[in-house]
C-alpha cells in the first residue's frame, strides 16, 4: 500500500564509498524528484526526472547521480562520500500537471550517516 | 528563481487560530504556492496549493493577496497534533505541465501548546 518508499532506511557508511539509494512508486505518477534535508532542516531538491527524462539538475556534485529506469523508479547514486553528504534523502513524485494543481508525495526519507 | 522567506518558529494553544505567513517576492507569473506539513522522522505531506485570493479545503486556507509577493496558511482550532514544520514551496509551471525551479522555504516550527 505504500505510495513512495524508498530503500534503505538508514545508510552508515565510511568516506571515500560509493553508495545508492533506490526509490519506487506505485502512484501512477509521471514525475520523481530527489531531496536534500540537512541537520537545520532545509528540504532542497536536487533532480527531478518526468517521464525518465532529465527536467531540474540543481547544483548538485557530480558525484550524484540520478537514475531513472523507468516512470516508477528513480535511484539515486553517490561515488566518493564525503562527510557533508550526510543528511535524510528524500524521494517524492507527482503527476503531470493536469488543469492548475499537483502535490508531491514523499517517501519516508533515508538517513545517510558518513564517517 | 523565487526565494521564500517564512518565520522559524510560532507557537500556539490548543483550539485558537494559527496564521503562517511566506514572503516571495520574486515570485514569478506561472508560479504557484504550495504549503507542505512535515512530521518528525516523516516526509513532508501536501497541505494546501493555491495561485491567488482564497483557497479553502477541510485542513486550511491559504490567502494570496493580489500582489502575491506573500502568502498566508491559517490553520483552524489547531491541536496538539499540529506541531510540525511548515514549508512554503514556490514553483514555477512550464507550459507542457512540468514543474521546474522547486524552491522550500526554511520552514516554520509550529509548536501547538496544551
Known amino acids: 500500500d505504500t505510495a513512495v518508499s524508498q530503500t534503505p532506511k538508514y545508510l552508515v557508511t565510511q568516506m571515500g564509498n560509493d553508495k545508492s539509494i533506490k526509490c519506487e512508486q506505485n502512484?501512477?505518477?509521471?514525475?520523481m524528484y530527489w531531496y536534500k534535508q540537512d541537520s537545520k532542516k532545509f528540504l532542497k531538491i536536487m533532480f527531478s526526472?518526468?517521464?525518465?527524462?532529465?527536467?531540474i539538475n540543481e547544483t548538485v556534485p557530480n558525484r550524484f547521480s540520478p537514475k531513472s529506469p523507468d516512470k516508477a523508479h528513480l535511484n539515486l547514486h553517490i561515488n566518493s562520500l564525503e562527510l557533508g553528504d550526510s543528511a535524510v534523502y528524500f524521494c517524492?513524485?507527482?503527476?503531470?500537471?493536469?488543469?492548475?494543481?499537483?502535490?508531491?508525495?514523499f517517501g519516508p526519507g533515508t538517513r545517510l550517516t558518513v564517517t | 528563481l523565487a526565494k521564500t522567506t517564512q518565520p522559524i518558529s510560532m507557537d500556539s494553544y490548543e483550539g485558537q487560530e494559527v496564521n503562517i505567513t511566506c514572503s516571495h517576492n520574486?515570485?514569478?507569473?506561472?508560479?504557484?504556492i504550495t504549503w507542505y506539513q512535515q512530521f518528525p522522522s516523516q516526509g513532508p505531506r501536501f497541505i494546501i496549493q493555491g495561485y491567488k485570493t482564497k483557497v479553502t479545503n477541510e485542513v486550511a486556507s491559504l490567502f494570496i493577496p493580489a500582489d502575491r509577493k506573500s502568502s498566508t496558511l491559517s490553520l483552524p482550532r489547531v491541536s496538539l497534533s499540529d506541531t510540525a514544520v511548515y514549508y512554503c514551496l514556490v514553483g514555477d509551471i512550464e507550459r507542457g505541465g512540468s514543474a521546474r525551479q522547486l524552491t522550500f522555504g526554511s520552514g516554520t516550527q509550529l509548536t501547538v501548546l496544551p
Open positions: 517524492a513524485s507527482s503527476q503531470r500537471l493536469q488543469g492548475l494543481f499537483y502535490e508531491q508525495y
Open positions: 526526472y518526468n517521464n525518465k527524462e532529465l527536467i
Open positions: 520574486n515570485i514569478a507569473t506561472n508560479d504557484y
Open positions: 502512484l501512477g505518477h509521471d514525475t
